[in-house]
């Protein structure tokens, strides 16, 4: 046996054998790679693309929430103003209230007064008649000197 043959004869199984992974074999590994690294790339292209989505939605979702507490504050601001309105409101309508029970207090007033008044121009009347007949000693009609009484009570 012949080294030199045997090694001569591994080359040519060697060179067959790289022939035939280079055409038939090597191909279908290259393409599944090629493939394997686009779908990683696309992957990661999507996911690049996705924090970019969500990158935009938080700044939208913040200039809302700003947007947001900005008419809560306006809302407060207008419910504060229509408060004190409702409170100056009540206020003078409870002022104008008790105005005017003031004033019918004092008409009140006013009226028992008078019927004091006429009440005791009356009683004193009636005293006067009754003084008077104890002085004449004689009865006094009061219906003739009625209005001898009655402007007595007048100037009293």
Not at 24 to 41: D, F, L, N, T
Not at 96 to 125: F, H, M, N, P, Y
């Amino acid at each position: 046996m012949n080294i030199n043959l045997t090694l001569f004869a591994q080359l040519i199984s060697f060179a067959i054998f790289v022939w035939f992974c280079k055409t038939y074999v090597w191909p279908p590994i290259i393409a599944a790679m090629h493939e394997r690294q686009k779908q990683i790339s696309d992957g990661l292209n999507a996911a690049e693309k996705a924090n970019q989505n969500l990158e935009l939605a938080q700044q939208k979702v913040e200039e809302q929430l700003v947007e947001a507490k900005a008419q809560a504050a306006q809302i407060l601001d207008q419910a504060n103003k229509r408060a004190s309105q409702i409170v100056d409101e009540a206020k003078d309508q409870a002022l104008t209230e008790g105005q005017r029970l003031k004033d019918a207090a004092q008409s009140d007033i006013e009226q028992e007064v008078e019927r004091a008044k006429e009440k005791l121009r009356t009683q004193v009347a009636s005293l006067a008649l009754v003084g008077a007949e104890k002085i004449l000693q004689a009865s006094v009609d009061e219906s003739v000197h009625r209005d001898i009484v009655d402007q007595l009570a007048a100037n009293l």
